[in-house]
């Protein structure tokens, strides 16, 4: 796809992706197109069947990946003033569809309110990616001409991840002084797929050092101290050959929300100033690992984005 069209907004405080597209085609037709389920059928995720009034019901079929989204389910229609709004909510989101004329073609205004609260936000380079696939499905239909889907889903998404900051570190109190903390989602991958990935096929073991995948030679490591698979996994990190602190590796799975890896390191006060290389490691890593649990091998590290990244995080820091 090319560079990102969406801007995810926070709107009530809820985020929310809004999609702007220009459409040389008249009002009533665009209509049809985002309301009749056999027009829908040839650019919407899932199949639709509806009651086209508010209140009605909408309900919603994957042919192809019934596990995804839930595995499709039944929403409402929360607005219906023909030809110009068409709203529902599909699980936890707002999914909202606004025409207007444009010369003598149509402005269509789209917009998804995600629910999930930061989880659900998690997932909006995802949805914003798929969106755009979508959308560009519906230009095709209505100049009746073949669409064909791109290829590259993993970069559309990871240029969505820099764009909307979604691979970004935080840093936080925590009992004994600092955490980086980070989360980052995984798509729909399984969990015994995630797990597979972070620890090689080999089981890690309390005591035993922590799967090569899992750390990195900015962060010295230590041994396993806690194992909870396919979910979890800590690990002691080291500052001049002794303890500083612990990695922690969680993994998560929601059907409304998709997998995300979670990662938090503590840090002493005393060891503040490896925060920036902390941090850009960490999310370095992070991108190295989403492109391996999509099937994407990177080598060798690209040493000249963690310091980009940590020039990023020294600037937000001092």
């Not at 519906?138 to 240029?159: K, N, T």
């Not at 990190?237 to 993994?251: D, I, K, Q, R």
């Amino acid at each position: 796809m090319d560079a990102p069209r969406a801007e995810l907004r926070t709107v009530a405080g809820e985020s929310e992706l809004r999609f702007e597209r220009r459409l040389a085609h008249p009002v009533p037709k665009v209509w049809r197109s985002i309301t009749d389920p056999i027009e829908l059928e040839h650019w919407f995720p899932v199949l639709v069947e509806a009651d086209l009034r508010v209140g009605g019901y909408v309900r919603f079929t994957f042919l192809d990946a019934p596990e995804a989204a839930g595995g499709g389910g039944e929403g409402e229609v929360t607005e219906y003033d023909p030809p110009r709004v068409f709203g529902f909510r599909w699980g936890g989101d707002e999914l909202r569809f606004e025409l207007g004329p444009d010369g003598p073609g149509s402005l269509l205004v789209f917009t998804q309110g995600l629910g999930g609260g930061a989880l659900g936000r998690l997932g909006a380079a995802r949805d914003a990616h798929g969106w755009d696939v979508c959308l560009a499905a519906l230009e095709a239909r209505l100049a009746r001409r073949h669409f064909e889907e791109p290829q590259d889903h993993l970069g559309s998404v990871e240029r969505y991840v820099d764009a909307f900051g979604l691979g970004e570190g935080e840093v936080e109190s925590a009992d004994e002084g600092l955490a980086v903390r980070f989360a980052r989602d995984l798509l729909w991958r399984s969990l015994d797929s995630v797990w597979e990935v972070a620890t090689g096929g080999d089981e890690p073991r309390v005591g035993a050092a922590p799967p090569t995948r899992l750390t990195n030679g900015y962060v010295p490591t230590g041994l396993v101290t806690g194992c909870a698979p396919p979910r979890a996994l800590e690990y002691a990190w080291l500052y001049e050959g002794e303890l500083a602190g612990t990695v922690l590796w969680e993994f998560a799975h929601e059907p409304e929300l998709g997998t995300r890896v979670e990662l938090t390191q503590t840090v002493p006060d005393g060891l503040s100033g490896l925060l920036p290389v902390m941090l850009a490691a960490w999310q370095t890593h992070l991108e190295l690992f989403f492109a391996a649990v999509n099937g994407d091998e990177r080598r060798p590290w690209p040493r000249d984005r963690t310091e980009e990244l940590r020039r990023r995080y020294d600037e937000r820091l001092t």
